[in-house]
C-alpha cells in the first residue's frame, strides 16, 4: 500500500504543496471568508479533499496572484489615459 501511494505521489510531483484556505488567508492577510469567495466564483483554483475540505496548490495561489497584479495594473494604466 505504501508503495502505490509513493508511485502516485511521483506521478503527481511530490513536490508539489497544498495550502489551506486559513493558511492562505493568512499569507495574504485577507478573512478566510474572502478566499473561500474567490474559490466559490472560481477566481482561484482549489481541490476538494473530503466534504468541505479544500486545498490550493501553491502554483494556482502564485497564478491567481499574477492575474490579480495583471489586472491591477491594466486597470491603472485605463484611468491614466482616461485622464489625457
Known amino acids: 500500500m505504501r508503495q502505490k501511494r509513493q508511485e502516485q505521489g511521483e506521478h503527481r510531483g511530490e513536490n508539489e504543496q497544498f495550502l489551506t484556505t486559513n493558511e492562505i488567508a493568512e499569507i495574504l492577510r485577507v478573512h478566510q471568508r474572502t478566499v473561500q469567495r474567490w474559490i466559490s466564483s472560481n477566481r482561484l483554483k482549489a481541490t476538494k479533499v ?3 475540505i479544500l486545498r490550493v496548490r501553491r502554483q494556482d495561489l502564485n497564478e ?6 495583471q489586472d491591477h495594473q491594466e486597470q491603472s494604466l485605463d484611468g491614466y489615459r482616461d485622464t489625457k
Do not use: A, R
Open 50 to 52: 473530503g466534504p468541505k
Open 64 to 69: 491567481f496572484l499574477e492575474s490579480q497584479n
